[in-house]
């Protein structure tokens, strides 16, 4: 081995920034130290992982919820995790209310949606939009629609698994990285 003295300032800045308690004798580094590099070989390091645009992309896990009409609460979602969830809701001729709540010991509300066809707008509107959910342990997803009468509905939910309870990305359905 060749001990190579260090004599960028930028250099030795960075390590006593970094390693206050190894400068405390007020000595920099000098041609008899080691430095040892530290390779990172994590997947986010070194590349190999998804990136997080992609991570969400809908795909061969992703299910689809339906609703037409007056629907009582039903489960969506039964399994515990993290979910990307998208959806596009189409009223005509009146309005519609969109409830998702995850239900368990307590239930909570996590969207109520009321679409109002707006003044002047003719007898047609669509929403679009997306949100992440949680679902812990001994809790469900689950949604509702009710619709004014005379209306239509045309609700598409796309639930896309991202993550499980404990927070560990799951990849896309038949994503194998190499």
Known sequence: MVDIPFVSEDFQRAFRNQFPAQTSTGRDLHV?????PVVDFTPTASGASLPESLRFARNGNTTTAYSSGNVGYTDIISTPGFF??????SVSLGSADIY??????TNVDIMNQNIILPTGFGNHTN??????VYVPAGYTVQWSTAISAGATLNANLFIT??????????NPFNYNPQ
């Not at 990307?84 to 809701?89: E, T």
């Not at 998702?100 to 010991?105: E, F, Q, V």
């Not at 698994?161 to 799951?170: I, R, T, Y």
């Open 32 to 36: 008899s130290d080691v430095v040892i």
């Open 100 to 105: 998702i709540r995850l239900a368990g010991a």
């Open 161 to 170: 698994p991202l993550a499980d309870v404990n927070g560990n990305l799951l």
């Open 127 to 132: 929403m679009n939009d997306q949100m992440k």
């Open 84 to 89: 990307g969830l998208d959806w596009n809701f």
